[in-house]
């Protein structure tokens, strides 16, 4: 999935928030990416994670208790952003999909067991959908009891209302795979006027959708925050984004956007109708406007409510890492993760047309300096693909030469500068505001004139920034950004991203790549229904791109979150990428 | 007095008038477009009309200053986002949500800090001042005079980093600085606002105390005052009824501007004790171009300084009868 604004602002100050699904899953007591390990844990070093579809019976609530835990008390989070959306059609950022959790839930989910492993379940629905005609229809039958938080029950006409409402015109920030996907999709304006769409069909308490391509992995798609259930009678339109209406374990008492959000228990929720989440807190109290530093600060002094805090945006400062890190006490506080996103430089491929200037770009790519403005190998690992090696489908390469020259290769770049006929190339740069990415900014500008091109570098606006480099016309040969699957497989990385198909405004084929071998090889590798076999496929497109030097690989986020002393079973929440809200509990 | 203030009054709303008249069109003249910002990423052409429509920014600026003009009084409609009673300072298309509640949110917050710290740097700054023009060139004086250059070079976030590493995580003698409102709990409100208000307040009491030891000593060298001392009044007397009088004019004045700059927000304090009031807000709203929220804080800002100078020039004029109201 892509990055708001706001996740990429975090990400270029160092503390990367991501995208839905897979990736180590563990916890701060135990797990591959745990703080108990003295060794600071690697992407590479990670095991790839595939997440299993579940059962009826690991669809079935209650869900299972987590040993030791108590109920009441209240839960904080000291936190620098607030979140840019709630209406769960606008949800696309990983974080946003977190703090959410406790509050919407939708036809599927991730049910995080207790050794931190996860598996796609039902949630509002009673099984992970049953497929026919190779994936082209899907059904889901709803759960009995399922309440919004006024105690009126969830009807079939709101599951369907949920999916109509995603084609409405102020609907501009979600997913947009299961529009795409439903048949009559592409003509239908939403629910508003009182038409509804004939794919979507209700057959008593099922729902069916009929889509236009073989999706198998479509009950995976409806895991992500985007596409939970909304009522119909509440349904605000546009000012739904500020209030969302509840059918989770809390509802929200108090807002006020940018400062703070306060869950309180959901009465009409039944814990039966739900495998996924325990609602251990009676509170949660969300507090907004805490750097990163100020939180480990708090964090690491541990006084008073911060003993029952913990953080959904913020890391642990670089500032503070080593001395967190190195510090057996401290360390326990930690969470420490690998995540699936990796972090590029798209190049405009419609205006760096020739492969060997964009070759010679990642030959003089100064990996090393970025990683170490980061705060260096306790948070990331510098990347040589698109692909995270813990995403199945992950195939090791290293085109040019990053591993064994981290720091950048520039004769063998203006070689290839030169041969291009290209010496003194000029390259725009485009950039977010932030104090690390200007820094950063100037390491890259440093290693290219080194390479022998000429860099302007353009520091853009946060708020517009993916809008400015999304245009066609943009004007910029690189641009930062940031990708992770939104589900375990290719598909979701390789279509958005890369496909030829989707070039245009607002869309995320930065690069603009249109190449007839990549795009049949998407094409190719999206229809094939082994697992195994479109992982395969899946790791030759990400080479095949990586030939093409469409971008410049950055890094793997290594992500470490603190929190207090008194907040128990921090686990990650890998189907957000994120601490699992609904695990937690405050010691008593 | 009655006409004084009334004439003072008209002329603050016309100064607020061309401010916001200013702003508004500063605001709406640079280069970026609210709509597009509020659009998101899979934006249409047809989401942006809709949006510039719902927001009023299709239409030309001097119809959008009208309108927004006339939203303070009688509030107004914003298509899609609801009804935005009066006072209406806009609409936020960052926070979805209109400016006014959203100041109204955050100014308890900086009041008090404005107030708190006011408070701690009038007492702790006037009384030293005082302490060292009575005491000229003798040890408290020096003692005095030094502190306050310290303390004018101090910053604050190098005090409130410092503070709260001893004071709140080391020390634990005092609590986190947080928020609570005064009428929740007044307890919590003091014990969470005493190190931010004590932090601005030492640069302010440095100042302070400069300046009221300047005037004091520039007062007690008037030949008002030694007539005073000549016709036999006591040293208090003389001190306290005409000296100090006399030298409390400028510092009032200044009071004004310093409290009216402090409702608008101190920033640095907020920011290095992570507290959300006009200040963040301001620095928040610069991050996101929150452009209507931008103009709603810049005009409360701008008001307070206008307010609080019409209440100087009243109050001035009170103690110093040498002011003509008229």
Redesign the interface.
């Known amino acids: 999935m892509s990055f708001s604004r706001r996740n990429f602002l975090i990400a270029t100050g160092m503390v990367a928030a991501a995208a839905p699904v897979l990736s180590a899953c563990g916890s701060s007591d135990s797990g591959s990416g745990s703080s108990s390990q003295d060794k600071v844990p690697t992407v590479s070093g990670s095991k790839t994670q595939t997440i299993p579809v579940g059962t009826k019976a690991d669809s079935t609530g209650p869900a299972p208790e987590v040993k030791g835990a108590v109920k009441g008390g209240t839960v904080y989070s000291l936190d620098q952003f607030d979140m840019d959306h709630m209406d769960p059609a606008q949800i696309y950022v990983a974080t946003e999909g977190a703090i959410t959790v406790p509050i919407l839930r939708g036809l599927t989910g991730y049910k995080i067991d207790e050794k931190g492993g996860c598996t796609l379940v039902g949630d509002a629905a009673t099984d992970a959908g049953t497929m026919k005609d190779g994936g082209k229809t899907w059904s889901f039958t709803m759960k009995d009891g399922l309440k919004w938080e006024d105690g009126s029950d969830i009807t079939m006409d709101d599951v369907r209302h949920s999916f109509e409402r995603l084609f409405a015109s102020f609907v501009t920030e979600g997913p947009r795979y299961v529009q795409q996907w439903l048949v009559g999709g592409g003509k239908y304006k939403g629910p508003y006027d009182g038409k509804h769409l004939a794919s979507i069909e209700i057959d008593g308490n099922t729902v069916i959708f009929r889509l236009s391509e073989a999706r198998a992995d479509f009950n995976f798609t409806l895991a992500m925050r985007g596409y939970s259930l909304v009522p119909k009678k509440h349904d605000t339109k546009e000012k739904y984004d500020k209030r969302p209406y509840s059918c989770g374990p809390y509802k929200i008492a108090s807002r006020q956007v940018g400062k703070a959000m306060t869950y309180v228990r959901n009465e009409h929720w039944d814990p039966k109708t739900d495998s996924i989440r325990n609602a251990y807190p009676d509170k949660y109290v969300f507090q907004f406007g805490f750097q990163a530093l100020a939180s480990t600060d708090r964090y690491i002094a541990d006084k008073g409510n911060d003993r029952y805090a913990m953080s959904i945006f913020n890391e642990v400062a670089p500032e503070r890492i080593q001395q967190v890190l190195t510090n057996a006490k401290l360390k326990q506080r930690v969470l420490t993760e690998v995540d699936t996103v990796t972090y590029y430089w798209p190049i405009n491929t419609t205006r760096i047309k020739d492969v060997k200037v964009r070759q010679a770009i990642n030959y003089a790519w100064p990996l090393q300096q970025l990683q170490t403005i980061r705060g260096g190998a306790a948070t990331s690992e510098v990347a040589t693909t698109i692909f995270s090696p813990v995403t199945p489908g992950y195939t090791r390469f290293d085109l040019y030469d990053k591993t064994k020259k981290p720091g950048g290769d520039p004769v063998k770049a203006k070689a290839l500068l030169k041969q291009a006929g290209k010496s003194g190339q000029k390259l725009v740069i485009a950039y977010q505001q932030s104090d690390n990415s200007v820094k950063q900014a100037v390491a890259i500008k440093n290693a290219l004139e080194a390479a022998g091109f000429t860099v302007v570098n353009q520091q853009l606006d946060k708020s517009t920034f993916y809008t400015q480099i999304g245009k066609i016309d943009n004007g910029y040969d690189l641009m930062a950004a940031g990708w992770s699957p939104d589900w375990p497989g290719g598909y979701s990385v390789f279509y958005p991203c890369w496909d030829g198909h989707n070039i245009g405004n607002g869309r995320s084929n930065y690069a603009q790549l249109n190449d007839t071998g990549v795009n049949k090889a998407i094409e190719a590798a999206s229809t094939i229904a082994d697992t195994q076999a479109a992982n395969k496929a899946w790791g030759a497109v990400d080479r095949q791109i990586m030939e093409l030097a469409a971008c410049v690989p950055d890094y793997h986020s290594i992500r470490n979150w603190m929190h207090g002393s008194k907040v128990g079973n921090v686990v990650y929440d890998s189907g957000n990428t994120c601490i699992a809200l609904c695990k937690l509990y405050a010691m008593s | 007095m009655l006409r004084f203030l009334v004439r003072r009054v008209s002329g603050a709303v016309v100064i607020l008038l061309i401010i916001s008249a200013v702003t508004f069109w500063l605001f709406y003249a640079i280069p970026?477009d609210p709509a597009?910002?509020s659009?998101?990423?899979?934006?249409?052409p047809?989401?942006l009309a809709?949006i510039r429509h719902?927001l009023g920014i299709d239409k030309p600026i001097p119809v959008q200053y009208w309108d927004w003009l006339v939203g303070i009084f009688a509030g107004r409609e914003y298509s899609?986002?609801?009804f935005c009673h009066a006072p209406c300072l806009g609409y936020s298309f960052?926070?979805?949500?209109p400016v006014y509640g959203?100041i109204m949110?955050?100014l308890p917050l900086t009041l008090s800090l404005a107030f708190g710290s006011a408070l701690v740097f009038l007492v702790l700054g006037i009384g030293a001042g005082m302490l060292a023009a009575l005491k000229q060139g003798r040890f408290l004086d020096k003692l005095a005079s030094s502190l306050s250059l310290i303390g004018s070079s101090l910053q604050i976030y190098f005090v409130g980093y410092i503070a709260?590493?001893l004071l709140?995580?080391k020390l634990?003698v005092l609590?986190?600085p947080s928020y609570t409102p005064l009428t929740q709990n007044p307890v919590s409100w003091a014990s969470g606002m005493l190190l931010p208000c004590l932090t601005l307040a030492i640069i302010f009491t440095a100042n302070y105390t400069r300046m009221t030891r300047s005037q004091l000593v520039e007062q007690l060298s008037e030949d008002y005052v030694r007539t005073a001392r000549a016709k036999g009044l006591s040293r208090a007397n003389v001190f306290f009824r005409f000296a100090w009088r006399g030298a409390m004019g400028p510092i009032v004045t200044v009071f004004g501007i310093d409290l009216g700059t402090l409702f608008g927000g101190a920033i640095i304090t907020e920011?290095t004790f992570?507290?959300?009031g006009i200040g963040?807000?301001a620095v928040?709203s610069v991050?996101?171009?929150d452009l209507p929220m931008l103009l709603g804080v810049t005009l409360l800002s701008a008001g307070a300084i206008v307010f609080l100078n019409v209440l100087v020039d009243a109050v001035y004029a009170l103690i110093d009868p040498r002011i003509r109201l008229a």
Do not use: H, I, P, W
């Open positions: 970026r597009l910002m659009c998101g990423k899979n934006c249409t047809e989401a809709q719902n899609g986002y609801g960052a926070n979805r949500e959203t949110d955050r709260m590493f709140v995580a634990g609590d986190q920011t992570s507290m959300q963040r807000l928040d991050d996101k171009s």
